[in-house]
């Protein structure tokens, strides 16, 4: 989300030329980041049902799911995709549009 905040400085700077707050751009950054977290939860879910189905099978054993333990999952993915944007988030909502839009 860094490097996001770094390249995206020039559309910050015009965002907040135009009228947004500083509020609109950490909204849109923390924004982002859950939806970042969220898809990679979602995505890591079959992948760990496909590694303990072979895990399993390997062990020979009974594979046994929680289905409560999935929406946990997905849950941790958008909190940690949230508090890893945090900081770049507040970090985009203090640049000055000024010194923004002067940036290459």
Known sequence: MLVT????????GLMKAVGGRNRDVLVLFLTESALLGMT???????VG???????TT?????LTLAPVWF???VAVGVGVGVVAGLYPAWRAARVDPIDALRRK
């Open 71 to 73: 929406a946990v999952a």
């Open 49 to 55: 049902i496909a590694g303990g189905w072979v895990a």
């Open 5 to 12: 905040v770094t390249e995206r400085t020039r559309e910050i």
């Open 58 to 62: 390997y062990a020979e054993i009974p």
């Open 40 to 46: 990679g939860a979602l995505l890591a879910v079959p």
